[in-house]
């Protein structure tokens, strides 16, 4: 069965900050990967994806994530962080054999210091 | 614009009462999702759809029911066996069931049973 690990539940940084998020998942053959962000008060939305190809993805706002599929891993990255980039952020995953069944992590809690 | 529109924000209903959650798209998409959004937990998933007349449960499907008798529109019955219904609920959809599409959100309902 698919299932997504987020390590990580609250996170804060301050400004100019670099930031990692930890993301794992279990499933045994091909994926689909994304990560998702919740500003507060807004509904969720597609920060990157990774269907192939380059194992770097690089999305909006300046956040990459890098597939390492020896490590079951899409961990996402930003150099420096800025106070609008306070959200909560999910890692999700789509396996190729079981359809549209997309299942997300427990998300991570992240606060910018001003 | 196009969009997913779920309806009533807020909802409140007292124990023993089923209640449906409305999920309306007009971005012509074929499938949609239920998931149920708690603290801690991040998304669950709680019923798919592929294609209209046809639907799949998710990971925690007990004690809810859908129907998708129209391509855009994907209605959510908490029934009076869900143990613990008091939750944010989120649909979504997306363009294809195996395209690499990403989830469109809708703004959430929050339901609140006493």
């Known amino acids: 069965a698919q299932s997504v690990s987020q390590h990580n539940h609250h996170v804060i940084l301050s400004e100019a900050a670099s930031l990692e998020l930890g993301c794992n998942y279990s499933y045994g053959g091909t994926v689909n990967l994304f990560w998702y962000v919740q500003y507060p008060g807004q509904h969720l939305q597609l920060l990157l994806k990774?269907?192939?190809?380059?194992?770097l993805v690089k999305g909006i706002k300046g956040f990459e994530a890098e597939f390492i599929k020896s490590k079951f891993s899409f961990n996402l990255r930003k150099p420096s962080v800025q106070w609008s980039d306070t959200a909560e952020y999910f890692c999700?995953?789509?396996?190729?054999?079981?359809?549209?069944?997309?299942?997300f992590g427990s998300g991570t809690r992240l606060s910018i210091r001003p | 614009d196009g969009g997913i529109t779920q309806s009533p924000k807020y909802l409140f209903r007292k124990e023993g009462q089923n209640v449906t959650l409305s999920c309306e798209q007009n971005?012509?998409?074929?499938?949609m999702y239920w998931y149920r959004q708690d603290p801690g937990q991040g998304l669950r998933l709680i019923y798919y759809?592929?294609?209209?007349?046809?639907?799949q449960k998710g990971d925690i499907a007990e004690g809810y029911s859908v129907s998708r008798e129209k391509k855009e529109s994907f209605p959510l019955t908490v029934t009076s066996a869900q143990k613990n219904p008091t939750a944010f609920y989120l649909c979504a959809s997306s363009i294809a069931a195996r395209d690499n599409s990403p989830l469109h959100f809708g703004n959430g309902t929050r339901l609140t049973v006493t």
């Open positions: 971005l012509n998409h074929d499938a």
């Open positions: 990774y269907f192939s190809g380059d194992p």
């Open positions: 999700a995953v789509r396996g190729y054999s079981s359809a549209s069944k997309i299942i």
């Open positions: 759809s592929q294609i209209v007349n046809d639907f």
